[in-house]
T-cell receptor, first 109, second 120 residues
Framework: GQNIDQPTEMTATEGAIVQINCTYQ??????LFWYQQHAGEAPTFLSY??LDGLEEKGRFSSFLSRSKGYSYLLLKELQMKDSASYLC??????????WGAGTKLIIKP | GAVVSQHPSWVICKSGTSVKIECRSL??????MFWYRQFPKQSLMLMAT?????????EQGVEKDKFLINHASLTLSTLTVTSAHPEDSSFYIC????????????????FGEGSRLTVL
């Protein structure tokens, strides 16, 4: 079956760095997405990786290793507003998005 | 960037009534839109894929007669929850892929604001 695994919850300190991991097993691969979702709001797009390596976008970076079925989202210089759930999603061979359950990130002062 | 608008944001209705939620792509044409349901502290659950000009494709376990989807134009899809019951109370979210941001299948996925349904 298809499966996306990511930690349920993480806690980090304001100003620090946090890495949220995502492992996946899917039928085919057409890219991996990271979305941010604040409580009660719809998800917003953060990144898309389809090739191996690191994609940097400001304070956020996303890494992909297709051979390992692994990705991580790296958040630097954490701010209180970064407290949210982070969703990992993989597009399979049918271009369907398979969603992880999300990682709730709690930022402490 | 591309925008997807969803309306209404909040709706409260009595049990047994029907509720319609609209999803519009404001600055791009979307042949395909997606409808999700999200329970508290859980991830998105794909309910159905809405296809312009044809029938929607429902995920296993989703009642097509209860969740009616219409995609009459390239910019509008509607989800109607028929004969709503308290267990239908949830956060419903639509999304659409902007082909201009990468292609029909791999373009960036944009989400509507979501609609919180409460059935009394």
């Amino acid at each position: 079956g298809q499966n996306i695994d990511q930690p349920t919850e993480m806690t980090a300190t304001e100003g620090a760095i946090v890495q949220i991991n995502c492992t996946y097993q899917t039928s085919g691969f057409n890219g991996l997405f990271w979305y941010q979702q604040h409580a009660g709001e719809a998800p917003t797009f953060l990144s898309y990786n389809v090739l191996d390596g690191l994609e940097e976008k400001g304070r956020f970076s996303s890494f992909l290793s297709r051979s390992k079925g692994y990705s991580y989202l790296l958040l630097k210089e954490l701010q209180m507003k970064d407290s949210a759930s982070y969703l990992c999603a993989v597009m399979d061979s049918n271009y369907q998005l398979i969603w992880g359950a999300g990682t709730k990130l709690i930022i402490k002062p | 960037g591309a925008v997807v608008s969803q309306h209404p944001s909040w709706v409260i209705c009595k049990s047994g009534t029907s509720v319609k939620i609209e999803c519009r792509s404001l600055d791009f044409q979307a042949t395909t839109m997606f409808w999700y349901r999200q329970f508290p502290k859980q991830s998105l659950m794909l309910m159905a894929t809405s296809n312009e000009g044809s029938k929607a494709t429902y995920e296993q376990g989703v009642e097509k007669d209860k969740f009616l989807i219409n995609h009459a134009s390239l910019t509008l899809s509607t989800l109607t929850v028929t004969s709503a019951h308290p267990e239908d109370s949830s956060f419903y979210i639509c999304s659409a892929r902007d082909p201009g941001s990468g292609g029909e299948n791999t373009g960036e996925l944009f989400f509507g604001e979501g609609s919180r349904l409460t059935v009394l």
